[in-house]
């Protein structure tokens, strides 16, 4: 018997987990879930989180810090506010922006603790 019928023979008769109370996720909730992933799928972007982490920025802020020109962080924060993952408030001229959630604050810092892993 080749490996993968072998294979294929131990799955067929593993004793499964009761799955009677397992329901499938919500198709929306994967849809939404991602849209999130695709727009965390961008170094600069992922960069432009990691200083939101801590703190609210203004864009000029984030600018600076990045050594980024104003049209490009505007952009990604545009994309990232249009998933919800950053918020934003008006402070006279300055408009601040941080995480919107300790969901997103979580993702973020296991997406980067998990990029800092050793191979």
């Known amino acids: 018997m080749s490996a993968v019928a072998n294979e294929d023979q131990e799955f067929s008769d593993h004793e499964h987990s009761d799955t009677q109370n397992v329901a499938p996720t919500d198709i929306a909730a994967c849809d939404r879930a991602a849209a999130i992933f695709r727009a965390l799928g961008d170094t600069n972007r992922l960069r432009l989180l990691s200083l939101l982490m801590t703190n609210e920025l ?3 802020e984030m600018t600076a810090l990045l050594e980024d020109n104003l ?3 505007s952009q990604r924060l545009k994309l990232l506010r249009s998933e919800r993952i950053v918020v934003s408030r008006r402070d006279g001229k300055h408009i601040f922006y941080s995480l919107s959630d300790g ?5 973020i810092a296991n ?6 892993e050793p191979d």
């Open 71 to 73: 049209s490009a962080v």
């Open 111 to 116: 997406a980067l603790a998990h990029g800092n």
């Open 58 to 60: 203004c864009v000029s």
């Open 103 to 107: 969901h997103v604050r979580d993702l």
